[in-house]
């Protein structure tokens, strides 16, 4: 079996049930997205890191956050602040019509963009820039996800959410729940799905 079939089998233990979600792991290899010291550990289900005190997201949560997206009818647009790698945003790219990028890391935004362009994925549009405040310009997303925690969900992202569309944010300090917030007319509905452990979403000036 393949590292990629070995890896779907174990998602769908873990509640990943979602054929289209299976289907792109499996056509995302993990390693392509690392340095090549790492290509051997790409096969652990973990956090690795990517440099600049960053890492690429463990593979369960990045499909967790796109089965969540998808059971909430998300298809069209989707806006992820902290591309990091590019993992997430290329199996997302692979998803969903069209998908907008924050990174504050120049350097990583520059590989991560090599990568997509390379594996031909041309249907997502990166910034460089603080993703603290969505990314207002390219309009109202069905689904915005965020790949850093925060202590308290941004009211400034949920405006940019279209009625219906979903935002999925680990919020918390010491203790991290991967919320998923949907817009609904009037309100909002918040729903905890799962403990998870991220670096801080980082305010401010870039490096
Ligand atoms: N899904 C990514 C995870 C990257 S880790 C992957 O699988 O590779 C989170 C990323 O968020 C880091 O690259 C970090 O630099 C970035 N980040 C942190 N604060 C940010 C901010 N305010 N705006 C944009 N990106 C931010």
Same mark, same amino acid.
């Given at each position: 079996m393949t590292y990629n079939a070995r890896l779907v089998e174990l998602l769908k233990r873990k509640q990943i049930?979602?054929?289209r979600v299976l289907h792109v792991v499996e056509q995302t290899p993990r390693y392509r997205f690392l340095d090549s010291a790492l290509v051997e550990k790409s096969f652990d289900?973990?956090?690795?890191?990517?440099?600049?005190?960053?890492?690429?997201?463990q593979p369960y949560i990045s499909a967790l956050m796109m089965q969540t997206l998808l059971q909430h009818q998300v298809q069209d647009s989707v806006?992820?602040?902290?591309?990091g790698s590019g993992y997430q945003t290329a199996m997302m790219a692979k998803l969903f019509t069209r998908v907008a990028t924050i990174e504050?890391?120049?350097?990583?935004q520059i590989s991560a963009r090599r990568r997509l362009k390379q594996q031909d994925i041309h249907n997502v549009q990166f910034k460089y820039?603080?993703?603290?405040?969505?990314?207002?310009?390219?309009?109202?997303?069905?689904?915005?996800?965020? #790949?850093?925690s925060v202590p308290e969900v941004p009211?400034?992202? %949920?405006?940019?959410?279209? /009625?219906?569309g979903c935002l999925?944010?680990?919020?918390?300090?010491t203790h991290q729940e991967l919320a998923c917030v949907v817009?609904?007319?009037?309100?909002?509905? #918040?729903?905890?799905?799962?403990?998870?452990?991220?670096?801080? %979403?980082?305010?401010?000036? /870039?490096?």
């Open positions: 049930v979602d054929h289900q973990t956090a690795l890191p990517i440099g600049f005190g960053q890492t690429i997201s806006l992820e602040i902290g591309t504050r890391i120049k350097a990583l820039g603080d993703g603290w405040q969505g990314w207002e310009a390219k309009g109202a997303y069905d689904g915005i996800v965020v #790949t850093a009211e400034i992202l %949920l405006k940019q959410l279209k /009625l219906g999925l944010i680990p919020v918390g300090e817009r609904h007319k009037h309100r909002y509905e #918040t729903k905890m799905l799962e403990t998870v452990r991220f670096a801080p %979403l980082v305010r401010g000036d /870039l490096d």
